[in-house]
Nanobody, 117 residues
Framework: QVQLVERGGGLVQAGGSLRLSCAAS????????MGWYRQAPGKQRELVAT???????NYADSLKGRFTISRDIAKNSVYLQMNSLKPEDTAVYYC???????????WGRGTQVTVSS
């Protein structure tokens, strides 16, 4: 099994920045890809970004340029730098991981990000 723990959520004003982190533990060998999804109130969970062990990234088109995903293989961690935050970025952000971007089988409990206007 793989356990994921997110940190870094909170309340920020519009235009501000936040950095989320997620640390993986357990059977790390099962992980090739890590990523972030988010779910806003009343909406479906949606992709934010993913990154492979080789550093290949994939972003939701609407978030390119404001959000940056990065990875520290040695620390079994993934990060999400969020800049120029908007109220519509308010959501619970979930870290996930798995053998590939289509097999993100492991999920964290989520961290709340609230952007005030």
């Amino acid at each position: 099994q793989v356990q994921l723990v997110e940190r870094g959520g909170g309340l920020v004003q519009a235009g501000g920045s936040l950095r989320l982190s997620c640390a993986a533990s357990g059977v790390i060998s099962r992980i090739n890809t890590m990523g972030w999804y988010r779910q806003a109130p009343g909406k479906q969970r949606e992709l934010v970004a993913t990154i492979t062990n080789y550093g290949s990234t994939n972003y939701a088109d609407s978030l390119k340029g404001r959000f940056t995903i990065s990875r520290d293989i040695a620390k079994n961690s993934v990060y999400l730098q969020m800049n120029s935050l908007k109220p519509e970025d308010t959501a619970v952000y979930y870290c996930n991981a798995g053998p590939s971007s289509t097999q993100l089988n492991y999920w964290g409990r989520g961290t709340q990000v609230t952007v005030s206007s």
